[in-house]
């Protein structure tokens, strides 16, 4: 079992930027899949992106241009960076690790395709 925790977030007005960070256990970190969700209160949880263990990139149509990830293999750490934030990205955001590898979007955007999850950090973003 892999073990998430994610870090980072807080109060940012408009317009600002927060970064985010995903700690994973594991000796194989290099192997997994990273992905990043949000729920917001009342809804349900939605894909914000994922990493690929050979570092390619897939993003929500929502923050595309205005979120970016990446992973330090070396730490065990993914990394949601967060510019231009709106009111509307206000929402617990969630970490989780896919052990078995996505091929597609499509696969990357399947909250079933994790296998764990961290127990997630607040954004508030005020306008």
């Known amino acids: 079992q892999v073990h998430v925790v994610e870090s980072g977030g807080g109060l940012v007005q408009a317009g600002g930027s927060l970064r985010l960070s995903c700690a994973a256990s594991?000796?194989?970190?290099?192997?997994?899949?990273m992905g990043w969700f949000r729920q917001a209160p009342g809804q349900e949880r939605e894909f914000v992106g994922a990493?690929?263990?050979?570092?390619?990139?897939y993003y929500a149509d929502s923050v595309k241009g205005r979120f970016s990830i990446s992973r330090d293999n070396a730490k065990n750490t993914a990394y949601l960076q967060m510019n231009s934030l709106k009111p509307e990205d206000t929402a617990v955001y969630y970490c989780?690790?896919?052990?078995?590898?996505?091929?597609?979007?499509?696969?990357?955007?399947?909250?079933?395709?994790?296998?764990?999850w961290g127990q997630g950090t607040q954004v508030t973003v005020s306008s």
């Open positions: 989780a690790a896919a052990t078995d590898t996505c091929y597609s979007i499509r696969c990357y955007r399947r909250i079933g395709a994790y296998d764990s």
């Open positions: 594991g000796r194989t970190y290099s192997s997994y899949d």
């Open positions: 990493i690929s263990s050979g570092g390619t990139t």
